[in-house]
């Protein structure tokens, strides 16, 4: 697990007692949160072991890994795990290309450019609850792109209520986020050296190229960044689907954390502890892997 | 170092004869060539980003427009979306959805009922000011420790943690929450605003955000500070904290968007409804009231707005300032 | 110009940040108080009104002193007696003002004390308006407004007003208050305020738009007006009587909505009495002080008459028992304690969504009777029931959760098998009680793989009721077989009064079972009965329209065919005979639709409970569970109208047949007894007389019982909420049936592959 290890070593500058006193001082930096963390985020997923591994957490009685197999085995739980690694399939890479487009298209000298920046990001400062009412005026059986469809002699389209239903939060979910990563690719876009990009202009390099194999490699970090930012995001979009369509919504739209939602409240937390223990393993895995990624792709234009 | 050679292409090799003037004049050449083209190249990129602009800027805009529109127009609008059953009479419901940006009439109704006949409203929404604020405020103040912590003298136990923040960062709330709500009980924070501070001060993703830009302060600069003989905290306070400035600011933006939209962790840490924030009411809001959500909510933006306007420099400075380092 | 910004935001951000924590500071000095770290408890103690009397009329205050009108009834002579006194609270003696003649139908309506200590007092007097043949025409009534000397009960400046206040044919005067300059503020029911000067002249009057919950005078002096404002909601002013108008809306601490009965304060503006708690109102910066709950005092708020401060601090309260046939009032002092002063006893958690009245009766009389435990309540879902339910959850799972759970808005079989109740039966085993003295359907339904997870003291019946001569002699059927009846039948009304909604809870969610095979998670919304049901829910209205004019009551309807079912509850032999009255011929019970044919519903009545698992006062908490099924409780359940229920135990059960079965006689004037009415029911446009019940007619709710075996209610609200939403479209005729029915399978699918 070499993306462990810190790249940057520190030179052995000033005496090692010294280094040694800067290790402890560094660490004592560290501790507030470092504590913080372990009481209510640590803490609290051990607990969520615990309960992976009881009958109920009433009684608490010991079952090794009947929930896990229990819940694997849920019909339900596959499907909620099924739609939340499509839609993360999709939402996720979408919402990555669209906002690097997006930077791209602002960063080439076009007008009000800063004004256009702003706009991308309103999204954000909308209330989710207002969003929703907003998605419901557009997305309802007879909300407005229906009214616009039928215009056009088209037939009406139940969207929360059909296998269109994934379109639709995959299309709230790049509304939300589209514009905070787009600021983050524009950020990163201008950091690129421009002379090596004159340099490989002089040399006819085609535009593709000069994205492919200068830009893209300039921007890997970045791009890790807007993935875990993108994923988080992407976990996030739930409430929204809440907010729409309560707790049993069109099972297109059924996302694990409705499966964690519902047990928990109906206190089976043991199903619920399962059901995280599992996601969690496999966002160790996804996240694991897009740091060897980004190690592998990005470690030659930094230092 | 800039001229390093890429593996993969060879376009970045300078014949070493050139010389400046002939450098120059191609350069000038291409240019020229690629004027008209890249004319039509703003012209379109100006067009799609204005049409994505007015996708993206019409939620905002119809949340405001309709604040002011009376209660009547509303479900005149949108009665066969939301079905009102509240309303005893009869309500004129048109028989097609009106997506209307230009209220009939402009109403103040909405916003006299919010502000001046129920106090309700503002008290929550004071609520909602005193549990975000300090969250924003010592989420960072702890984060800052904890990305220098990071930062500094990194090495393998520090990298796992720090994997581990990221781990504890992508969960969704459900899992934790329960937990959450023991340990809140354990500590005897339950129904008091400790409850909702408290892990939102310690969580992790400022953490990780601020460790990624605090990573980009070249060591160089670091080591010659030191050099100098500065100690770890003079380095913190003279060397990290004015480079990070930026980056904080917009992490702040960040943190408090999302603080600003809770709504599960009050309605279960907090039983008293009173200490709720107008998230939490805004979310429950019902169909028969949808005039009323979308005042509220106009007013719920406002602070959001003005926490992006006046940072919003620093969100792209911050953001910015992070690949200035690296070239 | 940066710096400046930045100054600027920086001193507004901490602003807010020392805003925000001096807020929270003051919230968990409220939290200490009210919560654990109680400093003072109030000990009622209770006192024998010095006066004999039937009934309390028009309770005013003044200081230490109560004024009210005390009504006697004598059975010898047939007469009321009404007597006006002064009631010395500190010393408890009563003297008497003067003696009100009831002959003249004059009573006294209102009143209120001067700062000279006098009364001033509004009679009310109603008189038959006869024609010239003496026949009684009409009737009227005058309002006369005079003042009472305290010492001698003479009467003076005796005025008629009816005419002054506005509405003169019903005149009435609700709330009567003095102010400190003496002038008089009179409030009718409908929101008029009149105001008379010292000189007894009418000064102005004042409306009110909206409807008035009270009115009262401050300890200051000045008077104040409650009132729920047309649109505006809760609102609290000042009567501004220089302006002739009300002042401007004064805004009090937790909202403007409290409601209560309000009364003049002594340390403080007013003395605020809801039927949960007592609280003192500051005028003058909207602060409100909650002194105790009327539960923590073993009172019952809503039977709390009238009630103030003392000068010594105490606060008294006048309570009427309504839970006796016969009014009974009692006088309380709470006496304000340091709380290690007190007893403790051993606290039982009573915890329930909300608190049922017959439940905190019950709390009431354990608590004053019982010497090592207290119950208190922790009611969880007051303001919101989600909210509240998520609380409960909470607190389950964390263990402090409370010792006895109320399961009458909560689903039971989800909490007896995730292990949150405790098995009833060794309790019982333990306390001598024979679970065979109990009818056993009715304890089963709250049974769950041989264990009792709770008990109900009493129940009913829901069910539904048809001629038997047309649906034939059943108890029981499915939703195909009901479905066909009625359009085999097809009446002008299937049933009396009903909505889409009430016909989802009538075919489906009583019989959930029929739609969903929990063994395979096999749903089948998509199938023809379901389609049917939608189908014949669209027949029926959204909202059902009550303005609308009926041609022919309900029982006419029956009669003629024109109506087919009767939804009903059975709760009593005598309502079994009356149901019978109103088909005027044999009837069926039913039920509802149900794939096992058995769907007469037990319905707990008085509430129903079960103990926490994880409770640590298990004993204490069987304590109280136990009286429910108690001999004495349940035999006290019998009664002669038998009107609430069916108590549980047999022979309790027996005891109220018995009583039914028993007849009334009178003698006749030749001296032959004759059977008389026990009473008269009525449903609708029928009324009946009921005699003693016949042996027939015990038999058939003998049987009626007997087909009970499923508990009624709890449905998840789950189903309710994707059906409601989604059969919308189809009742609006924007889509098919199929299409409908397909949508809520694939969303309750889910629901039933989740809970598997």
């Known amino acids: 697990m070499h993306f462990f290890t810190g790249r940057k070593k520190v030179k052995k500058s000033g005496s090692n007692r010294r280094t040694r006193r800067g290790k402890w001082i560094a660490r004592g930096y560290l501790f507030p949160s470092a504590a913080g963390v372990l009481l209510f985020f640590v803490l609290p997923f051990l607990i969520v072991v615990y309960y992976s591994v009881v009958d109920n957490p009433i009684s608490g009685q010991f079952v090794f890994f009947d929930n896990f197999v229990m819940v694997f085995q849920n019909a339900a739980f596959q499907q909620a795990a099924k739609n939340t690694l499509t839609f993360s399939l999709t939402a996720v890479p979408l919402a990555v290309v669209l906002s690097l487009l997006l930077a791209m298209t602002l960063e080439s000298k076009i007008p009000f450019k800063s004004q256009f920046r702003t706009f991308f990001l309103s999204p954000m400062m909308v209330p989710i609850a207002s969003v929703v009412l907003i998605w419901q005026v557009l997305f309802h059986y007879n909300g407005m792109i229906n009214e616009i469809l039928t215009f056009f002699g088209g037939e009406k389209i139940d969207w929360l209520n059909s296998s269109y239903a994934q379109v639709v939060i995959v299309v709230l979910f790049l509304w939300k986020n589209l514009g905070y990563n787009m600021i983050l690719f524009m950020s990163a876009l201008s950091s690129i050296p421009r002379d090596i990009v004159e340099v490989a202009v002089l040399e006819s390099a085609t535009p593709f190229q000069i994205f492919w194999h200068i830009k893209l490699r300039y921007m890997s970090s970045t791009i890790l960044f807007v993935t875990i930012m993108s994923l988080i995001n992407s976990f996030k979009v739930f409430r929204e689907i809440y907010l729409l369509k309560g707790d049993y919504p069109y099972d297109t739209m059924y996302m694990l954390q409705h499966f964690m939602n519902n047990t928990f409240n109906r206190l089976d937390y043991q199903k619920m502890s399962a059901a995280a223990i599992m996601m969690a393993i496999v966002m160790v895995i996804i996240i694991g892997i897009l740091f060897l990624t980004e190690s592998y792709f990005g470690k030659d234009v930094e230092e | ?327 | 110009m940066g710096k400046i910004k930045k100054g600027l935001a920086a001193a507004a951000g901490l602003m807010m940040l020392v805003a925000a924590l001096s807020g929270c500071g003051k919230d968990r000095k409220q939290d200490g108080t009210a919560e654990n770290g109680r400093e003072f408890v109030y000990v009622p103690e209770y006192a024998d009104l010095a006066v004999s009397c039937d009934y309390i009329n028009s309770v005013t205050a003044a200081g230490d002193y109560i004024y009210f009108v005390g009504d006697s009834y004598s059975g010898e002579n047939d007469e009321y007696r009404g007597v006006l006194y002064r009631y010395n609270l500190l010393e408890n003696q009563a003297q008497e003002i003067m003696e009100l003649d009831e002959k003249s139908n004059k009573n006294l309506s209102s009143m209120a004390v001067t700062q000279d200590g006098n009364l001033v007092a509004v009679f009310s007097k109603y008189e038959d308006v006869t024609d010239e043949s003496g026949e009684i025409v009409d009737s009227k009534s005058t309002l006369e407004l005079c003042r009472i000397s305290v010492s001698d009960g003479s009467v003076s400046d005796a005025q008629d007003i009816t005419e002054k206040l506005g509405n003169s044919e019903w005149a009435y005067v609700q709330y009567m208050c003095a102010d400190s300059q003496d002038n008089i503020y009179l409030c009718d029911g409908d929101g008029g305020i009149y105001v008379f000067g010292k000189d007894m002249q009418k000064l102005c009057d004042i409306k009110v738009d909206g409807w008035v919950n009270s009115m009262v005078a401050s300890k200051e002096g000045d008077v104040y007006v409650q009132f729920y404002g047309n649109g505006s909601g809760a609102e609290f002013r000042k009567v501004d009587l220089a302006g002739k108008k009300l002042g401007e809306s004064i805004t009090v601490a937790g909202g403007n909505g409290f409601g209560g009965n309000f009364f003049t304060g002594v340390s403080k503006s007013i003395l605020v009495s809801s039927n949960d708690q007592v609280s003192l109102l500051d005028i003058s910066d909207g602060s409100v002080e909650d002194l105790f709950k009327w539960l923590d005092v073993d009172v019952n708020g809503d039977y709390v008459n009238a009630a103030g401060e003392l000068s010594d601090g105490r606060i008294w309260a006048i309570i009427r028992d309504y839970s006796a046939e016969e009014a009974s009032f009692e006088l309380i002092y709470l006496n304000r304690k340091n709380a290690s002063e007190v007893k403790e006893k051993e606290e039982i958690v009573y915890g329930a969504m909300w608190l049922g009245s017959d439940i905190r009766e019950m709390i009431i009389d354990f608590n004053k009777s019982n010497d090592q435990y207290r119950i208190t309540v922790k009611q969880y879902a007051s303001d919101d029931y989600e909210t509240g339910l998520t609380q409960f959850n909470a607190d389950l799972t964390t263990g402090n959760c409370p010792d006895i759970i109320d399961l009458s808005s909560i689903d039971f079989h989800q909490y007896a098998s995730k292990g949150v109740l405790e098995d009833l039966y060794p309790y019982m085993e333990k306390s001598g009680i024979q679970k065979e003295e109990y009818l056993e359907n009715i304890l089963k339904a709250f049974e769950q793989d041989g264990k009792l997870y709770g008990i109900m003291p009493q129940f009913y019946i829901s069910t539904t009721a048809a001629k038997a001569s047309l649906v034939g002699e059943k108890s029981g059927w499915t939703l195909t077989e009901m479905l066909d009846f009625v359009e085999e039948n097809d009446p002008e009304n299937v049933f009396d009064y009903s909505t889409r909604t009430s016909i989802f809870y009538y075919c489906i969610y009583n019989n959930i079972d029929e739609f969903v095979d929990w063994e395979t998670g096999k749903c089948s919304f998509e199938g023809e009965e379901f389609i049917r049901t939608l189908e014949f829910a669209a027949k029926f209205p959204e909202e059902y329209d009550y303005s609308q004019e009926r041609e022919e009551g309900t029982s006419a309807k029956l009669r003629s065919n024109k109506l087919l079912l009767l939804q009903t509850a059975v709760s009593s032999v005598q309502e079994y005979q009356m149901l019978n009255g109103v088909f005027g011929e044999e009837v069926s019970y039913v039920g509802y639709p149900n794939n096992e044919r058995k769907g007469n519903l037990i319905q707990p009545a008085n509430g129903s409970i079960g103990i926490a698992a994880k409770s640590k006062q298990k004993d204490g908490a069987w304590e109280f569970v136990k009286t429910m099924i108690s001999e004495e409780f349940q035999d006290e359940l019998v009664s002669e109208h038998g009107n609430y229920g069916f108590p549980v135990k047999k022979s309790s059960l027996e005891k109220q047949f018995e009583l039914d079965m028993k007849a009334n006689y009178y003698e006749d004037e030749n001296g032959v007894q004759v059977e008389s009415a026990k009473t008269s029911w009525g449903y609708d446009d029928f009324s009946m007389d009921i005699y003693a019940a016949t042996q027939e007619e015990v038999d058939g709710v003998k049987a009626l019982i007997a087909s009970c075996e499923k508990i009624s209610g709890n449905v998840d609200n789950q189903l309710v909420n994707i059906i409601t939403e989604e059969s919308e479209a189809f009742f609006k005729g924007q889509k098919s049936a199929a299409d409908t029915a397909g949508v809520i399978q694939n969303r309750i699918q889910i629901y039933v592959n989740e809970n598997r």
């Open chain 2, 1 to 327: 170092m800039r001229k390093r050679n890429g593996k993969h292409g060879g376009m970045v090799k300078l014949e070493e004869n050139i010389s400046q003037e002939r450098w120059d004049q191609q350069v000038k050449r291409k240019k020229k060539i690629r004027n008209t083209r890249q004319f039509i190249r703003i012209m379109l990129g100006t067009f799609v980003a204005a049409c994505f602009a007015i996708l993206f800027l019409m939620p905002i805009i119809l949340t405001i427009t309709n604040s002011f529109m009376s209660a009547s127009e509303i479900s005149a609008n949108y009665g066969q979306v939301f079905a009102t059953t509240d309303t005893g009479g009869k309500v004129y419901v048109s028989d097609r959805v009106n997506l209307k940006f230009i209220p009939d009439m402009v109403s103040f109704s909405q916003y006299i009922t919010v502000l001046l006949k129920s106090p309700e409203y503002l008290l929550k929404f004071w609520n909602s000011v005193i549990l975000v604020v300090p969250i924003v405020g010592f989420q960072l103040l702890v984060a800052a420790g904890a990305s220098y912590g990071f930062t500094r003298y990194r090495g393998r136990i520090k990298e796992m943690i720090f994997f581990l923040y990221i781990i504890l960062m992508l969960m969704p709330y459900q899992v934790t929450l329960v937990p959450n709500y023991l340990v809140s009980d354990w500590l005897n924070l339950l129904d008091t605003n400790w409850a909702i501070w408290l892990p939102g001060i310690f969580s992790p993703f400022a953490v990780y955000l601020l460790t990624k830009y605090m990573r980009r302060i070249p060591t160089a600069m670091i080591e010659a500070a030191q050099i100098d003989g500065a100690g770890e905290w003079q380095i913190f306070r003279r060397i990290c904290m004015p480079l990070c400035k930026g980056a904080m600011c917009s992490i702040a933006i960040l943190i408090f968007i999302d603080y600003w939209n809770m709504v599960e962790q009050p309605l279960i840490l907090l039983s008293d409804q009173e200490k709720h924030p107008l998230s939490v009411f805004l979310s429950k809001i019902n169909a028969g009231e949808i005039g009323l959500a979308f005042a509220v909510a106009t007013i719920y933006m406002v602070p959001p707005i003005l926490v992006f306007l006046y940072g919003e420099d620093y969100l792209v400075e911050g953001i910015t300032y992070q690949g200035g380092i690296k070239g």
